[in-house]
């Protein structure tokens, strides 16, 4: 029985926020896989802020997608049928499957999912490129040390609150921003932050940080970019760090935010600012994984996730991202999970 | 005999561009050293562009000049007297003795000048802050590798020239811009520069610097700001570094300079941009001091010295650094040198 395939396409590319017609959403046979890929069923595709900029053809660290082309992005698949040594039918893996229901990809690009860790779908998660994201970006560019401040922007999200856990863990005292009273609570009461405040019921950025971080910030885990960003950088101490992970709000700009020049600032209070994306830290990914499963096996560290339901969903669940009303890791669920209880 | 002492005094502080009124000098009786301490006769007198941010009264890495004190700065001085042991009189030391004809200091804070290494006034600059300026910040935090490429802006300035001298050094290839002919030739002809252009009378300073690092820039070492700047930072490479010395462009300026917010440009490219102070890598300057002292030794390592006669004409001096009037290190010849042959 041959498998029908629906897959989300870049029908134009977005000017600001997308639309509906900035997709297609097509269906055709699924492909079969050739000597040495596999196919796999969507069960989990996550939704992730770094796909708007692979939608513009704009220099970026990704190639642009082509008009035409599936959306990019991982997912959590059941093995369909396998002509990969060592990856069987039925196995579930992660692969980067892209906003479609059935994807093709070669078998040594496949990651077969430890069931016993956690729910699957957290390796789109905290045991995930998020996590990842938040285990190298912490530890690797910022380089906390015990006792320092750590401050996360999108506190609540699936990097920021990996990020405020493994400061917490290492020995910080943790501050963050997020964009509801609930995402404050959450960060408080479930991740452990010894501080956060909600920056959209807020007027005075500075002055809210200034009492998050009463000792200035060490280390700024920057997710966010814009005004929160500035005020994290004013309010950094001497030979602090600013990890810059991603500057989200502006993601969907026309035009480039200006800002009052930096360097000089830089040079005051020696600060290093050090962009980085998770795969410059590809060959730690695993012992990194292992170590967030080990943090989540004893309890000290958790997680949120949204999900939604059906493929069809993706585009507009997408544009949650940057309008605040997501919480936790977003994920569409595009098929049934075999391994849910 | 009690000498006569003369200073320069921070009379207000400036806006803009110092002017005359901004000082005040003035004249009385030498201090005598107190135990411990050491009088010394003002030979050279250092010109820096830092001494601009400290005449503010805004935050900076220097505590405010106070209204009434002297401009601070090192100088070469000779000791008249000594009530510490292990200086002795008519030792050549340098001295953070300000902008006067005779200071006061404890003896731990004077250096002893070796004479045989190059004329004692290198002292305040390739032997000096300036040179262990460009060896701490290529070397530590500019971090080049064999073969890569350095971008210096103010590049036959006393910190720039040694820049792009050690970076020749250590194997990289090396360009910089520079704010005359005269200048361009001279890191092109005397410090072997592998391209340079002059950014006064260039009308694209992007496409200059393309055409001078066709394999773009791996490290930028950054004395300038400002629209040089920027255009570095776009061509630096993936994993470029940054290394941010100065922004004398805007040291005179009253308003912030606006710039398009670079931190996504930092993601895509990953690059480093670290502040820093020369006293941030104090514990090594003998070690840098000594590497300096051997390239000069050797015939590879050379330098450039302007001198203004007068401590009276240090003000009128102090602004040619902004103005572009200035050609390598900027001394005032404030007394005798009695190593001068």
């Keep these: 029985m041959t498998e029908r395939r629906r897959r989300i396409v870049l029908a134009r590319r977005p000017r600001g926020l997308p639309v509906a017609d900035d997709f297609d959403l097509l269906e055709s046979d699924a492909p079969e896989p050739a000597d040495g890929e596999v196919l796999t069923r969507t069960v989990y595709l996550t939704l992730d802020p770094y796909m708007r900029g692979a939608m513009d053809d ?13 959306i990019v992005g991982a997912t959590v698949g059941e093995v369909l049928a396998s002509r990969h040594d060592g990856v069987s039918e039925g196995d579930i893996v992660e692969v980067h499957g892209g906003w479609q229901s059935h994807a093709v990809a070669p078998g ?3 990651r ?16 995930g490129m998020p996590g990842l994201t938040a285990h190298h970006g912490l530890l690797k560019v910022g380089e906390p040390r015990p006792g320092e401040t750590v401050f996360v922007s999108a506190a609540s999200g699936a990097v920021g609150a990996t990020v405020g856990q493994i ?42 940080l200034r009492a998050a971080c009463p000792d200035g910030i060490d280390v700024n885990f920057e997710n966010v970019g814009g005004e929160i960003a500035r005020a994290a950088t004013m309010q950094l101490n001497e030979h602090g760090r600013m990890a810059v992970c991603g500057t989200i709000s502006n993601y969907n700009a026309t035009d480039p935010e200006l800002v009052p020049d930096p360097l ?24 990194a994984r292992a170590e967030l499963a080990g943090w989540i096996a004893d309890g000290r560290m958790t997680w949120r996730e949204t ?25 569409v669920r595009v098929g049934d999970d075999p391994t849910a209880g």
């Design 167 to 208: 400061a917490r863990i290492v020995g910080c005292r943790v501050a963050g921003c997020a964009g509801s009273d609930e995402k404050v609570a959450y960060c408080l009461e479930d991740c452990g932050f010894d501080a956060c405040f909600n920056h959209r019921t807020c007027d005075d950025i500075a002055g809210a």
């Design 264 to 287: 000089w600032w830089h040079i005051v209070r020696r600060i290093r600012v050090q962009g980085f994306l998770v795969t410059d830290y590809a060959d730690d990914d695993e012992s």
């Design 112 to 127: 077969k999912i430890d069931a016993s860790l956690a729910p699957v779908s957290t390796a789109l998660g905290v045991l």
């Design 58 to 70: 704009a220099e970026s660290y990704d190639d642009p997608i082509p008009l035409g082309g599936v």
């Design 307 to 331: 999900f939604v339901d059906g493929l069809e969903n993706a585009p507009a669940a997408f544009n949650r991202l940057f309008e605040g009303g997501n919480f936790g890791k977003l994920i």
């Design 108 to 110: 040594g690009a496949v």
